[in-house]
C-alpha cells in the first residue's frame, strides 16, 4: 500500500519546515522516511536527500553536484527521454509552483526502471521568492505491471472470441488466468 496524497502532502510540510531552519540535527525524521525524499536549492541543485533515495536510484546522488533529481536517467510515462532540465521538479522551480499528477520513469544504472510519482514542491523564504524545493516519490511500479498484465489478459479473452480450435481456446483461457493471477497485489497474512 502506497502513501495517500494527504500523507505526502503531510511529509512535504514537515520537510518544508525541517529544511527550511537547516539543522541537521533535525533532518533525523526526514532520514527515516521509507519513501525518497529530496531538497534542491533555487538553482535546482541537490542539497539534501535521505537513504531511501540510494535504495530508489539505484546510486548514491552527489549534494552540491547533481541537478534536478537524484535519478541516474528519467523517461516520462510513455517511455521518452526526459532530460533532467525538464523533469518535474525543474518545472516546479521554473513556475514556482507544485508539479501533481505527472507519472515518470527512472532508469537505475544497472537499467531496471521504476514507474513513480514525483510531487516537486517550492519552498519559499520570508520574502516569498523561491529558495529551494522539497520532493518525495511514490513507487508505481507494481502498479503499473499490474496494469500491463489485466491488459494481456483482456487481450487473451478478445482472442478467445475469435478463435474456433478448443485447444487453442482452453490455452488462451488458462494464459488470461495467470495473467489475472500476476495482477492481483499480494496478499498480507
Known sequence: MHASSSTVDGILGQAAIILQEWDREQFAPLDALSLPLYAT????????????????????????????????????????????????????????????????????????????????????????????????????????QAEGFRARAAKCRRLIASVNDPMTIERLTLLAAELDEKARPPAFD
Open 41 to 144: 536549492d533555487a538553482a535546482g541543485v541537490i542539497t539534501y536527500f535521505n537513504p531511501a533515495c540510494i535504495a530508489f536510484a539505484g546510486r548514491t546522488p552527489s549534494v552540491n553536484k547533481d541537478r534536478w533529481c537524484v535519478t541516474w536517467k528519467l523517461y516520462t510515462d510513455d517511455g521518452e527521454f526526459l532530460p533532467h532540465d525538464q523533469c518535474p521538479m525543474a518545472v516546479a522551480l521554473k513556475d514556482g509552483m507544485p508539479v501533481r499528477g505527472v507519472a515518470a520513469i527512472a532508469e537505475r544504472p544497472d537499467g531496471t526502471r521504476l514507474n513513480f510519482l514525483p510531487f516537486p514542491t517550492p519552498l519559499r523564504g520570508e520574502n516569498g521568492a523561491v529558495t529551494g524545493a522539497v520532493n518525495v516519490f511514490l513507487d508505481i511500479t507494481a502498479e503499473k
